[in-house]
């Protein structure tokens, strides 16, 4: 995908409003992104330049910090953007994962940044810190504190965090069996 598909993505995602804060800090992340990965070293200083005033900008006013070194996957949502959104700059978050306001996701003071798998949920006041690794489809719960990796299909909750097996998705098990 390129620079413009990425951002229209994050513009109908994030309901179609150039001045939706979430969208706005997407943009945002998408150029510095985009800027250090430049080639051209002339280029790459002017666009560096650009994304620097307009961090300012999103750091002041939408309390949005992702920065341009983040990994983050396909369809990423700011669910709400109301409050801060720290994440150290080396975490990598995989696809169709969803973070609520006054989320920080970080290193612990040592180790690497935490490593988040496909469609997980990070709920509001969460925090995720340290060298871990959250599996798909995890959900996060509000106020939990996970320094500990997270198996795949699991739901957190708490704070140290307690972690529990995901309820099966009836649907599915009803299709499985022949029965839907």
């Not at 992340?29 to 005033?53: D, E, M, S, T």
Request: charged letters at 15%; hydrophobic letters at 40%; aromatic letters at 8%.
């Amino acid at each position: 995908m390129t620079l413009f598909d990425d951002i229209r993505g994050d513009y109908i995602r994030h309901g179609s409003s150039i001045t939706e804060p979430a969208f706005v800090s997407l943009a945002v992340y998408r150029w510095g992104n985009w800027a250090i990965g430049l080639k051209n070293p002339v280029g790459r200083w002017f666009a560096n330049k650009l994304y620097g005033l307009c961090k300012i900008f999103i750091l002041n006013v939408t309390k949005v910090w992702i920065p341009p070194q983040v990994q983050l996957g396909k369809d990423f949502h700011i669910i709400h953007a109301e409050g801060s959104l720290s994440l150290h700059p080396e975490v990598i978050i995989g696809d169709r994962c969803g973070v609520m306001h006054n989320v920080t996701i970080g290193t612990n003071m040592r180790g690497r940044a935490p490593i988040i798998g496909d469609d997980v949920f990070i709920g509001v006041n969460s925090a995720i810190l340290g060298p871990i690794t959250i599996g798909d489809r995890v959900r996060i719960g509000p106020n939990t504190a996970v320094t500990t990796d997270v198996p795949s299909d699991s739901v957190v909750v708490g704070s140290p965090a307690k972690i529990y097996p995901s309820l099966p998705n009836l649907a599915q098990m009803k299709k499985k069996a022949g029965n839907g």
